[in-house]
């Protein structure tokens, strides 16, 4: 017989090798086994995990960081283009329309001497039977149109308190190289005066027009600036020019004022004082009488 301690140590016998092996030893390796299936089993289970959240994080994010590098991989591989935001075009602004400057005529004291005949005609004008032909001369270099200042004066003689109103005198303006019986010349201050001189002996001053054996001298001065005692439109001052010269021409001599408020008389030297009378510009007055008054010496 064996003691407890040698029935410990000895081995099995046969039936009890069997039992040991059948069922105690096969228990006992049953459960051992077990814990290594549950860790495969679990293993697996974090690995299938692991790539589940791996594909996830690929499609949920598009791309995943490399742990070697650090580096962010390309989101997407298209090349998108922006588009371009408009550009809004800026409203022009108007340009402003420039104030036309009034056309300023220069009035030299002196000029050329010479003069060039305006090409301009018109019908003639007045019930009449003496018809004065006429040519309108500018001197040369002046800041004015020979043919404006010729229709200027033809638009004066033609009007019904001019000259045509006595029913005796016409008129008819005729152009450059045509037949004419007066001239009426435009002529720089200095000019004028040596034309007035030459032709009637009269100091004109550079201020004054005149009239002359062969026609009218008008000087630019007055043309231009008018008369500081007339207070009025410059055409109408020139208005008093021609027909203050024209009457001469007719025959008509100087006259003075007839009385404290009534008109000048056109033959009347308004530009040296008014002398109480009303600054007037035409032979005949709205009524159709002419305009007088007394004689100067």
Same mark, same amino acid.
């Given at each position: 017989?064996?003691? $407890?301690?040698?029935?410990?140590?000895?081995?099995?016998?046969?039936? &009890?090798?069997? =039992?040991?092996?059948?069922?105690?030893?096969? /228990?006992?390796?049953?459960?051992?086994?077990?814990?290594?299936? /549950?860790?495969?089993?679990?293993?697996?289970?974090?690995?299938?995990? $692991?790539?589940?959240?791996?594909?996830? %994080? !690929?499609?949920?994010?598009? &791309?995943?960081?490399?742990?070697?590098?650090?580096?962010?991989?390309?989101? =997407?591989? %298209?090349?998108?283009?922006?588009?371009?935001?408009?550009?809004?075009?800026?409203?022009?602004?108007?340009?402003?329309?420039?104030?036309?400057?009034?056309?300023?005529?220069?009035?030299?004291?002196?000029?050329?001497?010479? !003069?060039?005949?305006? @090409? $301009?005609?018109?019908?003639?004008?007045?019930?009449?039977?003496?018809?004065? /032909?006429?040519?309108?001369?500018?001197?040369?270099?002046?800041?004015?149109?020979?043919?404006?200042?010729?229709?200027?004066? &033809?638009?004066?003689? &033609?009007?019904?308190?001019?000259?045509?109103?006595?029913?005796? =005198?016409?008129?008819?303006?005729?152009?450059?190289?045509?037949?004419?019986?007066?001239?009426?010349?435009?002529?720089?201050?200095?000019?004028?005066?040596?034309?007035?001189? $030459?032709?009637?002996?009269?100091?004109?001053?550079?201020?004054?027009?005149?009239?002359? @054996?062969?026609?009218?001298?008008?000087?630019?001065? /007055?043309?231009?600036?008018?008369?500081?005692?007339?207070?009025?439109?410059?055409?109408?001052?020139?208005?008093?020019?021609?027909?203050?010269?024209?009457?001469? !021409?007719?025959?008509?001599?100087?006259?003075?004022? %007839?009385?404290?408020?009534?008109?000048?008389?056109?033959?009347?030297?308004?530009?040296?004082?008014?002398?109480?009378?009303?600054?007037? %510009?035409?032979?005949?007055?709205?009524?159709?009488?002419?305009?007088?008054?007394?004689?100067?010496?």
């Amino acid at each position: 017989m064996h003691s $407890a301690r040698e029935r410990e140590s000895a081995p099995p016998t046969g039936r &009890a090798v069997a =039992s040991h092996r059948g069922g105690r030893q096969y /228990r006992s390796s049953h459960r051992r086994g077990r814990p290594r299936r /549950r860790r495969r089993r679990y293993l697996v289970g974090m690995l299938v995990a $692991a790539g589940l959240l791996g594909s996830a %994080a !690929f499609f949920l994010d598009g &791309a995943r960081s490399d742990a070697s590098s650090g580096a962010p991989r390309p989101r =997407s591989t %298209a090349h998108i283009t922006p588009t371009p935001t408009p550009t809004p075009t800026p409203t022009p602004t108007p340009t402003p329309t420039p104030t036309p400057t009034p056309t300023r005529i220069d009035v030299p004291s002196t000029g050329t001497g010479t !003069f060039v005949t305006a @090409r $301009a005609s018109g019908a003639k004008v007045g019930r009449g039977s003496h018809l004065l /032909r006429y040519v309108v001369q500018v001197e040369t270099g002046l800041d004015i149109s020979p043919a404006q200042a010729a229709n200027e004066i &033809a638009d004066i003689l &033609a009007a019904l308190r001019g000259w045509t109103h006595n029913g005796v =005198s016409s008129f008819q303006l005729v152009s450059a190289g045509e037949p004419y019986d007066l001239k009426v010349k435009i002529a720089t201050p200095g000019t004028a005066d040596a034309l007035c001189w $030459a032709g009637i002996h009269q100091d004109t001053q550079g201020e004054y027009n005149c009239e002359i @054996r062969n026609g009218v001298v008008v000087n630019l001065k /007055r043309w231009v600036k008018g008369s500081p005692t007339f207070n009025g439109p410059i055409h109408d001052y020139r208005a008093l020019i021609i027909n203050h010269e024209m009457g001469h !021409f007719l025959g008509h001599t100087h006259m003075t004022c %007839a009385g404290p408020g009534q008109l000048a008389p056109v033959m009347m030297q308004q530009i040296k004082g008014l002398h109480g009378c009303i600054a007037n %510009a035409w032979p005949y007055d709205k009524s159709g009488q002419f305009v007088s008054g007394p004689h100067m010496p």
